[in-house]
């Protein structure tokens, strides 16, 4: 059932929709897709069931050619019903693949689902098992559940899990900066030049792209998010004795300056430094992103909660492109890090938080939006009825972050409002 709107102090919007209902988001298993790509030396182990199995091999189906460094142990009825001793027959399943796949440094054991349900309790048994292959290899465990974890939330508990499991920091160790949350390749090299010519050193990525490589954290560690849903992984840090550096994401011009700026100053990097280093970057994205403005400006957009970027590209495609954000939905809000995004909404936008999949869709009919960002699962209805979407999953896995994207990221949302020109021109019915 949906809570009343209920005000959210220092947001551009006072109207924050409260909702407990059916939703429509992908598993928290998939963020497995492009987390295994990011380290090279890591193997995502499913413990689950067939459906489970067939899950992440409909969603990496693009991975057909290539071995990919996942697959699912399959917990048969057997041992479901306590038939079998699950703890053996895991063991058997990695023994098998630790001498199939003798590149593997660290073993990531997923679950499916809640203990209760599989009978195994998957942190003992990634204990024991590291103490079986140690130091050769190391496993680590988190919940990629559906029932506990949307989409993007297998991410932060993948995270969140190794930043426990990150070396400490010497006592007298020289400041430091982590940056939490997958990106590509190309977007990681990108910042870490920038950060170089800040002068900012000792620069680390979480995840790494081998596991041999973990940063150490401690108290003079700083930790920059690259993502706008890792709670669980912030709290990990700060346990360990790491600060978060609160700052806009680095989506756009805007937001990347922004970010970028929150890192030199906790650093003490000069102003006119950090002028020279950042200019170049954001002309080129300023001018990629303003010849992309004139198909998304003034355009009505409708966002369904799918990956927690929601609030960062509304941000976005308002301030940078002059779209108009109708409703801007989110699985789940983690106020303290998306609050200045919220901030910069125009007066009047509808934040909701959580979904009741049929009311929204109601309030979506309605208010008859140019362009609706959402799952695949929506998208088909909605295209039926005429209504333009974008497939919010291609925001994860299409690098967007980084002034080099600006204009990449603008193009993902000009493309579908393109394509239902061009079908229009050619007489085909959109509806």
């Known amino acids: 059932m949906n809570a009343p709107l209920v005000p959210t102090p220092g947001c551009g919007t006072d109207r924050v929709l409260r909702q407990r209902g059916q939703h429509e988001v992908f598993c928290g298993l998939t963020s497995i897709v492009w987390l295994h790509r990011k380290m090279q030396d890591a193997f995502f182990l499913v413990v689950g069931s067939r459906t489970c199995a067939h899950l992440m091999q409909s969603a990496a189906g693009v991975m057909i050619f290539a071995e990919p460094r996942f697959a699912t142990a399959i917990i048969e009825e057997r041992d479901l019903a306590g038939m079998a001793e699950v703890n053996e027959e895991l063991d058997k399943v990695v023994d098998r693949l630790l001498n199939r796949r003798p590149d593997i440094r660290l073993l990531v054991l997923v679950g499916s689902c809640p203990s209760e349900v599989i009978k195994l309790d998957l942190e003992r048994a990634a204990q024991r098992l590291t103490r079986l292959h140690t130091p050769a290899v190391r496993v680590l465990h988190y919940s990629g559940s559906g029932i506990e974890t949307t989409f993007t939330q297998g991410e932060d508990n ?39 010519g800040l002068g900012i050193e000792n620069v680390a990525f979480l995840p790494p792209r ?43 011009e805007e937001g990347t300056t922004a970010w970028l700026r929150a890192a030199a100053e906790c650093f003490g990097v000069e102003p006119g430094r950090f002028r020279a280093i950042t200019e170049p970057g954001r002309r080129r994205a300023r001018q990629a992103v303003a010849s992309r403005k004139e198909a998304l400006e003034g355009r009505r957009l409708f966002f369904f909660p799918d990956s927690q970027l929601e609030p960062v590209i ?48 109601d309030r979506c009919r309605e208010a008859r939006p140019d362009l609706v960002v959402c799952g695949m699962g929506l998208a088909n209805p ?24 600006a204009g990449d990221l603008a193009e993902l949302f000009t493309r579908p409002l393109a394509r239902r020109a061009a079908l229009r021109m050619e007489g085909v019915p959109c509806s």
């Open 158 to 196: 993948f995270l969140s899990a190794l930043s426990r499991d990150l070396p400490p920091a010497d006592t007298d160790a020289p400041p430091s900066l982590i940056v939490a949350g997958a990106l590509a390749d190309v977007v990681e090299d990108q910042f870490r030049r920038i950060f170089e």
């Open 382 to 405: 909605l295209e039926a009825q005429g209504i333009a979407t974008k497939w919010s999953i291609e925001l994860v896995f299409t690098p967007i972050q980084g002034y080099e994207q």
């Open 314 to 361: 509304a941000r976005f495609l308002h301030r940078e492109l002059g779209s108009i954000p109708v409703e801007v939905g989110s699985p789940y809000l983690h106020r303290r890090f998306i609050g200045p995004e919220l901030a910069l909404l125009p007066p009047g936008t509808l934040v909701s938080e959580g979904q009741d999949v049929e009311r929204q869709l």
């Open 210 to 252: 081998r596991s041999t490589a973990l940063p150490a954290v401690g108290p003079a560690t700083k930790v920059l998010l690259a993502q706008p849903f890792l709670g669980e992984t912030a709290r990990a840090l700060e346990g360990r004795g790491a600060t978060i550096i609160e700052s806009l994401f680095p989506l756009g």
